[in-house]
Nanobody
Framework: VQLQASGGGQVQTGGSLRLSCAVS????????MGWFRQAPGKEREFVAA????????EYADSVKGRFTISRDNAKNTAYLQMNNLTPEDTAVYYC?????????????????WGQGTQVTVSS
């Protein structure tokens, strides 16, 4: 299983980006999906997760109301729509896949990880 994250870039405060995570090797419908991020000098942290069906989602408090996780099983792709970005959102964003049916914020539950995509928000 391989995960390819894309869509990062540099935006100004208040801007938006949409990250994509393309899954290959197995159908994405086999997996719950999640997004994590790691800022310079900080530990990796949970951002958002979605169940294999897409019916359930979970978000970190810091992104609730601004970020939306979604998935298109037909395209074998998961997404993270990020709105109203702030400099505090600057980080490398990673997508990951797990075998659980419900969303999970625990990185230990994720067996597969993408390579990361850089998001930089300037003030």
């Amino acid at each position: 299983v391989q995960l390819q994250a894309s869509g990062g870039g540099q935006v100004q405060t208040g801007g938006s980006l949409r990250l994509s995570c393309a899954v290959s090797g197995r159908p994405i419908s086999n997996f719950g999906m999640g997004w994590f991020r790691q800022a310079p000098g900080k530990e990796r942290e949970f951002v958002a997760a979605i169940s294999w069906s897409g019916r359930s989602t979970e978000y970190a408090d810091s992104v609730k109301g601004r970020f939306t996780i979604s998935r298109d099983n037909a395209k074998n792709t998961a997404y993270l729509q990020m709105n109203n970005l702030t400099p505090e959102d600057t980080a490398v964003y990673y997508c990951a896949a797990n075998g659980r049916t419900m969303p999970t914020p625990n990185s230990e539950d994720y067996a597969y990880w993408g390579q990361g995509t850089q998001v930089t928000v300037s003030s």
